[in-house]
């Protein structure tokens, strides 16, 4: 079949399989020649005919060398946007988007008019104090980008709008900020914006002090993070290469670069295509960092922010499979580090004019077996650390003066919390301001939305500083409980259950509650292996234990599990146990068989495992240890069990 003939010809997918009908051509082998659209109505066949999606013709031009071996991109011409083929081609994926999808309209509409219920009309953030000004964002109703305030020296007095996403959005038909940053002055601000969806930001600078001006300063492209240096007028930021990769750090000048950034001075470029480039600085300003960040590796370099002319000067060279961070406190760096086997991470100090000398380092807090080291944050008089112990989020607090330690008390899990206000947010909203005795951090959990909090390091106590409120949801109508399934090896695997509950239930939950804690409490394994690592959560080697056999098992973890291939049968152990609690504790069934029925009375979350292609009944009494004969499955965890395929 020439390539004219297949332009013309339909593919047909048997059962939806993805079998392609007789073409004489290759999977994608339909020819890009002619006007007409590819999408074509489905050819009838023995079974019934399900319509295939557009197929492309491969063009065999374009190619990329690695160590001498040629990798062709045989579609490397859809990057001409502006090609009408091209163009056909997005639209036939449109079409037949909308033509496969349509069945689910209803259900569109109806997910959509919920999400619009349930979400809140106007809403303001948390405000954030840098000096004499209070920042803060908020939304409107009727507007779909966030509109970003400040009012000086009181929330009481008048608002100031440094930046409206909405109006930097009119006349485009996308639009994204990425970085945004104050200048240590205040007076002037610089965001980048996305107006074509492909994360190439063009860097602009705004004055903000009174006149609320555009500065003439616009760089394209340039990469996420954007930091001032204390001149007020130095800017670092990083550009992107062609596959959008942060591969260069640049400074510009106000008044003295172009306009445009084509004088900027490059001050590093990283020719390993493993790495990107951020630019940051410090809680307590007094040094930008450029992170060199691969999946395993990580590379720091600083430069003092009053010396914007200077040299960044390396922390640490790079080593495979070490990773660090660096905050900076009085004359120290406080770097976290898993360096010297410390999978879990550890905390040391160090001068900053002692860097090379290795005895010169301080542990601050060391590497612990069963506690994960997640982030630090340093203010004036305080150092916290973020962890990970039992699967269990933690707060600790040190206060630096006297080296007292605390950690802050939080509900009993299972919870998630994480540091600022907005989680992945990185420039707003965040811990960043160092003079202050409180720490903001969100709490959350299956049964509470965000909760925002201030945390009074001196007085050990947190303020309430926004409650979102979910309408048409009621959480003493459920509960939730963590349970743990023991490995065969002893390592204990935490379940967490969310279910709807009764009248009754509920009040002897509220007599349970009177009368004790329900702290979920276990003994840690000989293993050494009941950490965070079995959480599925961090990156490292889970097996810590040193028994016969278990070279095997390390053998088969994967990077960024911890945990091994030959758990899926204690998972399935999980999902049996979790069953069971959830049978026990309802006097009605949880579910109906189906996931769509209306009826389904559970939510069930836990670390299992899938099994597509085996039975449960031959997973339970086969691969688990339980008895050989086969088992009776009542109708209530047949359903569950189905249902959570």
């Known amino acids: 079949m020439d390539s004219e003939a297949a332009s013309d010809a339909s593919i047909v997918f048997e059962d939806g399989l993805g079998d392609e009908k007789k073409s004489g051509m290759l999977s994608g082998g339909l020819s890009f020649e002619g006007e007409k659209s590819l999408l074509k109505p489905a050819i009838k066949s023995k079974s019934k005919p399900v319509r295939g999606p557009p197929l492309l013709q491969p063009i065999r031009e374009k190619y990329h060398e690695v160590d001498g071996v040629k990798v062709f991109d045989d579609y490397f011409w859809l990057r001409e946007k502006e090609n009408p083929k091209v163009l056909r081609h997005l639209e036939d994926e449109n079409a037949f988007a909308e033509w496969s999808m349509k069945h689910t309209k209803d259900l569109q509409n109806e997910l959509y008019d919920e999400f619009v219920a349930r979400t809140p009309g106007d809403s303001n953030s948390c405000y954030r104090q840098e000096d004499d000004f209070f920042y803060y964002s908020r939304t409107e109703v009727e507007q779909q980008y966030t509109i970003h305030c400040r009012r000086f020296e009181g929330l009481d007095n008048e608002e100031q709008i440094i930046l409206d996403e909405n109006k930097e959005a009119e006349g485009e038909d996308y639009f994204k900020l990425g970085g945004c940053e104050v200048s240590p002055s205040h007076d002037l601000l610089a965001y980048g914006v996305d107006t074509e969806g492909n994360e190439r930001f063009s860097l602009r600078i705004r004055d903000i002090s009174s006149s609320s001006r555009w500065l003439d300063d616009e760089i394209y492209p340039c990469g996420w993070t954007i930091r001032w240096a204390a001149d007020n007028r130095t800017i670092f930021y990083t550009r992107i290469d062609e596959h959008g990769r942060s591969d260069t750090l640049w400074k510009h000048v106000l008044g003295e670069n172009a306009p445009d950034g084509s004088d900027d001075e490059m ?304 998972r399935v152990a999980g999902w049996a146990l979790a069953l069971s609690e959830l049978c026990r504790e309802s006097n009605e069934p949880l579910c109906r068989g189906r996931r769509s029925e209306p009826g389904l009375k559970c939510l069930f979350m836990c670390c299992a495992v899938r099994f597509s292609n085996r039975s449960w009944p031959a997973l339970s009494s086969g691969l688990i240890g339980l008895p050989s004969a086969p088992m009776k499955w009542s109708p209530v965890t047949r359903a569950c069990a189905r249902t959570s395929k």
């Open 267 to 570: 001050l590093y470029s990283e020719p390993d295509e493993r790495f990107i480039l951020k630019i940051n600085t410090t809680s307590n300003k007094k040094y930008l960092l450029l992170q060199i960040e691969g999946q395993v590796t990580r590379e720091v370099r600083y430069l003092p922010t009053n010396q914007p002319s200077g040299e960044f000067k390396i922390i640490a060279p790079r080593q495979y499979g070490v990773q660090y961070e660096v905050s900076s406190h009085g004359a120290y760096f406080y770097i976290k580090t898993n360096a010297d086997g410390a999978h879990n991470f550890k905390v040391v100090k160090v001068p900053v004019d002692a860097l090379d000398d290795p005895d010169a380092y301080v542990e601050v807090l060391p590497h612990r077996d069963d506690v994960f080291i997640d982030r630090i944050d340093l203010f004036r008089h305080h150092f916290v650390a973020w962890e990970w112990e039992n699967g269990v989020q933690k707060i600790r607090v040190q206060d630096l003066s006297d080296e007292e330690v605390h950690y802050v008390r939080l509900p009993e899990p299972p919870y998630a919390i994480w540091p600022g206000e907005i989680r992945d947010t990185e420039d707003f909203l965040m811990n960043q301001y160092f003079n202050t005795n409180t720490f903001r951090f969100t709490f959350s959990s299956f049964l509470q939305p965000n909760i925002v909090y201030d945390y009074d390091m001196d007085n050990k106590r947190k303020r309430k500083q926004m409650d979102n409120i979910v309408a048409g949801f009621i959480k003493e109508n459920y509960h939730q409980k963590r349970i743990f399934a023991t490995a065969p090896d002893g390592a204990m695997i935490p379940i967490i259950l969310v279910y709807k509950t009764t009248a009754q239930q509920r009040t002897a939950q509220q007599k349970n509650r009177s009368t004790t804690n329900h702290q979920q409490t276990f003994r840690p394994s000989e293993t050494g292996r009941i950490h965070i690592k079995n959480q599925n959560r961090f990156a490292g080697n889970a097996n810590t234990d040193k028994r016969p056999g278990d070279a095997a098992r390390r053998d088969n973890v994967s990077p960024g599990r911890g945990a091994t291939t030959a758990q899926p049968v204690l």
